[in-house]
Every structure is written in C-alpha cells, then in structure tokens.
Nanobody, 123 residues
Framework: VQLQASGGGLVQAGGSLRLSCAAS????????IGWFRQAPGKEREFVAA????????YYTDSVKGRFTISRDNAENTSYLQMNSLKPEDTAVYYC?????????????????WGQGTQVTVSS
C-alpha cells in the first residue's frame, strides 16, 4: 500500500490542523494506521493508532484529549485531527500501515510509511 500524508503547516499555539493519510494500491480497510512524529534532533515517536477494524484507537499520553485519529474506508484515508496545538507538537508527522494490525506503538510493527508532512506550532 502506498501512503501520502498531507495537511501540515504553520499554526499558532492553541490552533488546529487536520492531517490526512491517503492510501492507494491495496485494500485500505485491511490495514491499521499509525501516526508518528519526529522533531529535529529527536527520535521518531508514536502519536496515535487506529486498528484495521476501526474499533480500537490509542494515543500517546501527551496528545490525549487533544488529538483524534479516525479512518474513512470509503475514502481510503485516515485523519489525525489536532487541536490545542503546542510548540512541542512541532515535528514531521508520518503515517504508517500495518496489515490486520491493532494499535501498536512500535514503528517496527508497520510495514508501509508515507513521506511525512511538516507541522510547525509557533508560540
């Protein structure tokens, strides 16, 4: 499956962005989707995941209550709604896919990755 992340940009603290992860090439509904991010000088970290059934979601503690992951199988797209953004959310955000996966927080569980989209939150 090919993934393309989009929707990043520059936003002030407290603002919102919605990231999209568009999939093609395989049956999107067979894949769990994970969102990860990598800030300059830091390792890639898990942000959120949604299972292939859509029945389970999971978030890293720092984004709980602010970010919402969802999927629209008819549109072959996953979304990451990000509200109340903070400067520490600044990073390149990546989406990834894991066939018949759950809500793994480990990057090694995901076989396919998108190219990343830059999110910059100014203070």
């Amino acid at each position: 499956v090919q993934l393309q992340a989009s929707g990043g940009g520059l936003v002030q603290a407290g603002g919102s962005l919605r990231l999209s992860c568009a999939a093609s090439g395989r049956t999107f509904s067979d894949y769990a989707i994970g969102w990860f991010r990598q800030a300059p000088g830091k390792e890639r970290e898990f942000v959120a995941a949604i299972s292939w059934t859509g029945g389970s979601t999971y978030y890293t503690d720092s984004v709980k209550g602010r970010f919402t992951i969802s999927r629209d199988n008819a549109e072959n797209t996953s979304y990451l709604q990000m509200n109340s953004l903070k400067p520490e959310d600044t990073a390149v955000y990546y989406c990834a896919a894991d066939r018949y996966g759950g809500v793994s927080t480990k990057s090694t569980a995901y076989d396919y990755w998108g190219q990343g989209t830059q999110v910059t939150v100014s203070s």
